[in-house]
T-cell receptor, first 112, second 111 residues
Framework: DGGITQSPKYLFRKEGQNVTLSCEQNLNHDAMYWYRQDPGQGLRLIYYSQIVNDFQKGDIAEGYSVSREKKESFPLTVTSAQKNPTAFYLC???????????FGEGSWLTVV | RKEVEQDPGPFNVPEGATVAFNCTYSNSASQSFFWYRQDCRKEPKLLMSVYSSGNEDGRFTAQLNRASQYISLLIRDSKLSDSATYLCVVNNPPSASKIIFGSGTRLSIRP
């Protein structure tokens, strides 16, 4: 099946630890995205990538890092510098150029 | 000013009612506009794209007003299953691929 796969679905992290959220797509999309959603809030853009080996900061990039070494993969690392990382993280992809974006099922990160 | 602004609601309307949402955007160069629907604790899903000429899909109608920089969504004959959060989505040039979401409008349909 074509789609976007995020893993893990639920993740618990101790304070001070880095964690990496995986996002893989087999839609052959050029653009990929990471958004963060806090309870009762909208989606905020963390990073996006329009092409392999290139990515841009979104509105809340501090404390996060990404890589785009392969077209199908766009992992997000939540570093210890992110002060309040507990949130719902959504990965998305798109053909690019302002076309419709499609989401994975999301990853719930909780800091304990 | 936020790039995309929506009335957060909640809108609480009876089944069968017509309800309308508006969304304003700040970048006059934006070219892509969408409405997404998000159910509680789920990922957003595309409801419809919004075209300059307006478009309709069953009970849903979307309009774009470039002069005033807003888009609208009209839901007619609302169903219980329409209860969800509706997200306004706009691209943000100069990067056509930078996609920004509004904070969403919560809709609750009561029997």
């Amino acid at each position: 099946d074509g789609g976007i796969t995020q893993s893990p679905k639920y993740l618990f992290r101790k304070e001070g630890q880095n964690v990496t959220l995986s996002c893989e797509q087999n839609l052959n999309h050029d653009a990929m995205y990471w958004y963060r959603q806090d309870p009762g809030q909208g989606l905020r853009l963390i990073y996006y990538s329009q092409i392999v080996n290139d990515f841009q900061k979104g509105d809340i990039a501090e404390g996060y890092s990404v890589s785009r070494e392969k077209k199908e993969s766009f992992p997000l690392t939540v570093t210890s510098a992110q002060k309040n990382p507990t949130a719902f993280y959504l990965c998305a992809s798109s053909p690019g150029g302002g076309n419709t974006i499609y989401f994975g099922e999301g990853s719930w990160l909780t800091v304990v | 000013r936020k790039e995309v602004e929506q009335d957060p609601g909640p809108f609480n309307v009876p089944e069968g009612a017509t309800v309308a949402f508006n969304c304003t955007y700040s970048n006059s160069a934006s070219q892509s506009f969408f409405w997404y629907r998000q159910d509680c604790r789920k990922e957003p899903k595309l409801l419809m794209s919004v075209y300059s000429s307006g478009n309709e899909d069953g009970r849903f109608t979307a309009q774009l007003n470039r002069a005033s920089q807003y888009i609208s969504l009209l839901i007619r004959d609302s169903k219980l299953s329409d209860s969800a959060t509706y997200l306004c989505v706009v691209n943000n040039p100069p990067s056509a691929s930078k996609i920004i979401f509004g904070s969403g409008t919560r809709l609750s349909i009561r029997p």
